[in-house]
């Protein structure tokens, strides 16, 4: 058979268990073409009944021969010759036919099984029979008298104290260099021990022939094991493992014991209640034995018997030695074609691993040196304690290679194996199933293979199911993925790897393979149209534990270990520590992430980086924030258990911050308040705002350290055509929640925090605090105060604020809250966004509720007062502000477009906007600022009457522009106040709809008499025209005042009758250019020149002049003059005033010269009767 050829062996570290004998080289392995023969046979050996006596004689002699020989191979074959003789001897066998060369093959207890299970080529050799007989098939069976005399062959092997002397003389030099074997006791068999433990720094050729060449037969059968009787004999009867009386189990069964401990010892880390303890030295002579056979799975005999023919079908390539054949069955433990017997007997032994690292020899001798550099193995004393256990080395191996400290390749790539094999098998971790087995039957059963029971235990932990899991079993998961530590590596979870291969492969192609940051490739992806749902299902039940342990990502670590140091007092926290508590450096990182070089110590550059990373990706869900989830959990339940889309659940919290918990309330408020000034933590926004961003904010999104521009920017553009519903959604819910509390609105925060401490301490409500600040600038500016108490950058900011308010009625609460029910009913159908919800309201006021109507008063009266936040207004007419009113006062605007409305140039749906806003100024005078100043002493002095009606928050329809309308006819305004009234008829002149009192007495009168004027909308006065034609035909005596005022009004002013003034537009040129507008003066001129036969006017002017005189009769016939002022009104502003004056002179003369006559005729009469 071939040979098995080993550079190097496993460096065993302890030596808690000592071996008998000499041990061989691997099962199976010897010299090519097999041992030598032993030149001489024992000559001790004359007859069976006198064994014992020459037995030890032939030994001596074989073995004296053999010490001074230069080849190792005739050193063992000399004891294999002595022990043949000596087993011979004992087992009473037929003496030898040739006293030169005694072969088992020969003897007749075992002839017939030799025959007909080893080669032919095998007899002449007494170790190749062994090996053949020992290593047979399962079902074949040997006799007895055969079995007890390969037993009593290998026990006068391992036994003989001359081999002793034999090890001396081959190994001198290697003892002399081992200083703990020189110090040995001689004649105890403690020497062969000791250079088995040191076999790894054996470099003597022919010692280490002579210590590899037995360790095959001594692992064939426990018994031969020195002490391990001793020590577990107690657990071997109690365990029912086992016999320990020679001959009474085959050498199939020896391997079975020991594997019965170990399954032992295994299932007893797994109970919570030890029902039969296996002892301590014992426990230590297992492990130790496991650890021996590490370097060739021949030497762990049940697990060879088991995966015999796995071996073969998996790893027939695979060169036996230094565990490449376990890690080569460990590979494909999970394929279909592994047997269920080998798949146990390698999960066992993983087990083991797990318990004692030093089971596995390519982990044990690959990592020596590190655990060393890195004083992973503190006690030497306690060869099995804590420090053995695999999970300790991993976490004491991560934290170094995480911190930077150097930990060689070939350590990191075994530390990886056995990283991936936690993570695929759970059983491997005693603490899962003993802590986890309940939710293991109830949720996970028949999940085994490739981590799916480890995931499914994950995914209820993490709470995606209606169970929960255990405390006890969560800190068992948790410490789980700090040993795999699946941050490092993805591949470590195979679950994860698998899911999201496809994933990788097209979304994060661009990132080397294995690097840690493909995890964060894939939590940027997470619930894009690159995320398949099963790796979205693992991905976030790993993160979900990773999140719990900064160390954990590795990224993370390396580059805020000195912050943690500096800023969150580490220095004393062990890596490994359990009493770290979860999230608290992470808290204590993002604290200072965001704090400005006036509050003090700031993260570095590098480490705010990974910080505003880790953030971004908690806020793609909830779940993924320790201390959020905390809190906040019976208020998740309570408000948020059917928001399970991505980012509903935080969304949630935050819209019913005011009904959380207190504790609750505050995280969630921290949160929102450091995503204020960070906008991009926000991923699922940042991700649906992309093209808006793009398109108009990439100057401010493209800066590393936000300060609340961006959302600003969003905002600003929420209505542009890049804005999509996602986005606009979710920009509008930010500006709902910085409602809350003026926090939540980081340039606010910064700009006016002092003057809100100052000046509205005890406000927390952003829009109250709005309101408080914007009163005082208001106060302060009507009274003129010498200092504005408000601070010019947190006046600059208010101004921002309340133009973002003004675009949503929502962000207004006290106008929202009461208008809920008016907006169900009157706008179901119209978005809030645009200030459409608003101006919805606006077009139907006259059917609101009175505290909406209210509302929307105030309102109004806001927006006129400051037409900057008329939202609507400044969006349709944004670019005729720019066009026309560049260099207006930002409070003149609509003033300025007024004046700019008829212009050719100006905008159609900016035009229409302005008549909107005249409409509305005109209902009320309080709505018309400048009106307002320019009549406020006319108003309480021809209009008190109206005022006294009036309530504060609803309109006066017109009543009081109304009545300085009459009161300019009668021309008893101030000049101020008449050039304002005189606009405003000139403007309702033209469109009846600015004439509110019109408008609402005449509205079925123009349906009815004027229908085809009103719907063509020309704004030229042709509805006003019609009304005056048809006067005659109006039969509601309210809309015939109405038009009998207006040709009152008309008769003072040519400009306040568009058809007459276009009608004699000309002819003012020609015959009244001197005659300065106002007061009828040039309504008068038209009159005179119209009698005047000498002046011809143009026909259409002449035609519309005669039917104003008719119309003006009618007016006086049907109205006559209610008194004598009204009366004295009417003629002065005639245009036949003179006429009408010299008539009434005329008229008085004659009457004082008829009572003149009369008095003198009364006085003559008189007199004569008294003559009488």
């Not at 005011?658 to 000034?677: I, K, P, W």
């Not at 009004?1049 to 106002?1078: M, N, Q, R, Y």
Request: hydrophobic share 35%.
């Amino acid at each position: 058979m071939a040979a098995y050829s080993y550079s190097q062996l496993l460096p065993l570290l302890l030596t808690s268990v000592c071996l008998c004998g000499c041990f061989g080289s691997v099962l199976g392995s010897k010299a090519a073409g097999g041992p030598a023969e032993p030149p001489n046979p024992p000559t001790g050996l004359r007859a069976a009944d006198h064994p014992a006596k020459d037995a030890p004689a032939a030994a001596g002699a074989a073995a004296a021969a053999a010490a001074s020989s230069s080849d190792a191979a005739a050193v063992v074959a000399a004891a294999a010759a002595a022990a043949a003789a000596a087993a011979a001897a004992v087992a009473g066998a037929s003496q030898p036919r040739r006293a030169t060369a005694w072969k088992l093959s020969e003897e007749e207890a075992c002839r017939e099984d030799l025959s007909r299970l080893c080669p032919k080529h095998t007899w002449t050799n007494n170790l190749a029979v062994l090996e053949c007989l020992q290593d047979r098939r399962e079902e074949s069976e040997i006799a007895p008298d055969c079995n007890h005399l390969l037993w009593n062959y290998k026990l006068n092997l391992t036994t003989d104290p001359k081999f002793e002397s034999v090890a001396t003389e081959v190994c001198k030099s290697t003892i002399a260099e081992i200083k703990e074997c020189n110090e040995e006791e001689r004649g105890r068999g403690y020497l062969v021990s000791c250079l088995v433990d040191h076999r790894g720094n054996v470099s003597e050729y022919q010692c280490n022939q002579y210590i590899t060449k037995m360790t095959s037969i001594i692992f064939s059968d426990y018994r031969l094991i020195c002490g391990f009787m001793d020590k577990c004999k107690e657990d071997i009867n109690s365990l029912h493992c086992g016999s320990i009386n020679v001959g009474h189990k085959d050498v199939h069964s020896q391997g079975e014991v020991i594997a019965c401990l170990e399954k032992a010892l295994v299932r007893e880390a797994e109970q919570q209640e030890r029902v039969r303890p296996i002892r301590e030295e014992c426990q230590r002579a297992i492990l130790r034995v496991a650890e021996l056979s590490s370097d060739d799975f021949h030497l762990d005999r049940h697990l060879y018997f088991s995966c015999r023919d796995d071996r073969e079908r998996f790893c027939q390539n695979t060169q036996a030695g230094e565990g490449k054949v376990y890690k080569c069955l460990f590979n494909h433990k999970f394929e279909e074609a592994m047997s269920e017997k080998c798949h146990d007997a390698l999960t066992t032994r993983q087990k083991l691993i797990s318990q004692d690292y030093r089971v596995s020899y390519s982990l044990a001798k690959a990592c020596k040196m590190d655990l060393r550099k890195q004083r992973c193995s503190l006690d030497t004393n306690l060869p099995r304690a804590r420090e053995a256990r695999l999970s300790y080395l991993l976490l004491c191996l991560e934290a170094a290679v995480h911190r930077g400290r150097p930990v060689s390749g070939e350590c990191q790539g075994e530390m990886l194996d056995y990283r991936r094999m936690l993570m695929e098998d759970f059983s491997l971790s005693p603490e899962i199933v003993l802590h986890c087995r309940t939710e293991i039957e109830a949720h996970c059963s028949g999940l085994h293979r490739k981590g799916r029971t480890l995931h499914c235990l994950m995914r209820i932990g993490r709470g995606d199911r209606s169970a929960t899991v255990d405390g006890v079993c969560q800190s068992a998961l948790q410490t789980l993925i700090q040993s795999a530590d699946p941050g490092a590596d993805y591949r470590i979870d195979r679950a994860l790897n698998e899911a999201c291969e496809s994933v990788i492969q097209t979304a994060c192609k661009h990132i080397r393979n294995g690097d840690p940051m493909i995890l964060s490739c894939l939590m940027e992806h997470l619930y894009t149209e690159k995320m398949v749902e099963d790796c979205e299902h693992r991905l976030l039940e790993l993160q979900y534990f990773i999140s719990r342990d900064w160390k954990l990502d590795p990224v993370l670590y390396k580059k805020c270990q000195g912050d943690a140091a500096r800023l969150c007092h580490t220095h004393g926290w062990n890596e490994t520590s359990e009493l770290m508590p979860p999230g608290a450096v992470f808290s204590c990182l993002y604290r200072h992430a965001y704090r400005t070089e006036e509050q003090g110590r700031r993260l570095s550059r590098d480490c705010k980086v990974e910080v505003q990373r880790i953030l971004h990706q908690r806020a793609l869900d909830v779940k993924l924030d320790p201390e959020l989830q905390k809190r906040c959990m019976t208020d998740l339940g309570k408000w948020c258990s059917e928001k399970t889309d991505a980012g509903q659940e935080l969304e949630c919290l935050q819209d019913h911050l005011e009904d959380l918990v207190s504790a609750c309330r505050e995280v969630v408020g921290n949160l929102t308040e450091l995503e204020s000034e960070d906008v991009q933590i926000d991923a699922l926004l940042i991700r649906a705002c992309e093209p808006v961003t793009q398109a108009h904010c990439h100057d401010v999104a493209d800066i590393q350290i936000d300060t609340g521009d961006l959302m600003e920017c969003l905002v600003q553009n929420k209505h542009q055509k890049e804005m999509n519903d996602k986005c606009s959604v979710g920009v509008t819910h930010f500006q709902l929640v910085q409602m809350k509390d003026f926090r939540f609105s980081y340039k606010f925060k910064m700009a006016c925090k002092e003057d809100v401490l100052r000046l509205c301490p005890n406000i927390k409500k952003k829009v109250d605090v709005v309101l408080c600040l914007s009163t005082t600038v208001k106060n302060d500016t009507l009274q003129e105060a010498r200092e504005q108490r408000v601070s010019l950058k947190c006046r600059k900011q208010l101004r921002v604020e309340e133009l973002e308010m003004s675009e949503d009625i929502r962000l207004e609460p006290e106008l929202y809250d009461p208008c809920k029910s008016d907006i169900s009913r009157l706008c179901p159908n119209v978005a809030f966004g645009n200030a459409q919800m608003i101006e919805c309201l606006k077009e139907q006021k006259k059917q609101l509720s009175q505290r909406c109507h209210q509302r929307i008063f105030r309102l109004q009266e806001v927006e006129m007062t400051d037409p900057e936040l008329d939202y609507q207004l400044m969006r349709v007419c944004k670019q005729m502000i720019k066009r026309f009113c560049t260099d207006a006062d930002a409070r003149n605007v609509l003033q300025c477009l007024k004046q700019n409305k008829n212009s050719e140039l100006m905008d159609p749906k900016c035009k229409q906007m302005i008549t909107k806003r005249q409409i509305t100024q005109n209902t009320d005078y309080r709505l018309n600022p400048v009106l307002r100043k320019a009549c406020r002493a006319d108003i309480p002095k021809f209009c008190q009457s109206i005022l006294n009606k009036a309530s504060d928050d609803s309109e006066l329809e017109g009543e009081v522009i109304g009545c300085l309308k009459l009161k300019y006819a009668d021309q008893r305004l101030s000049p101020d106040c008449e050039d304002q009234i005189r606009v405003i008829l000139q403007e309702s002149a033209l469109d009846y709809r600015l004439d509110p009192q019109l408008q609402m007495h005449c509205t079925e009168e123009i349906s009815r008499l004027c229908a085809e004027e009103a719907a063509a909308q020309e704004q030229t006065g042709q509805v006003e025209e019609c009304l005056k034609v048809n006067l005659l035909k109006i039969k509601q005596e309210a809309c015939k005042k109405e038009v009998l005022n207006m040709l009152k009004e008309s008769k003072a002013d040519i400009f306040v009758d568009p058809v007459l003034h276009t009608a004699c537009a000309l002819d003012l040129k020609h015959h009244c250019a001197a005659i300065t507008p106002g007061r009828g003066r040039q309504m008068s001129c038209l009159m005179e020149a119209l009698q005047d036969k000498r002046v011809r006017l143009q026909p259409e002017c002449k035609k519309r002049l005669q039917d104003r005189i008719d119309m003006w009769s009618y007016a006086a016939k049907v109205a006559p003059a209610e008194g004598f002022s009204d009366l004295a009104v009417q003629v002065m502003t005639s245009p036949s005033k003179n006429y009408i004056l010299l008539m009434i002179a005329l008229s008085v003369c004659v009457l004082f010269l008829v009572g003149l006559l009369c008095g003198r005729i009364t006085k003559q009469v008189t007199r004569e009767l008294k003559d009488r």
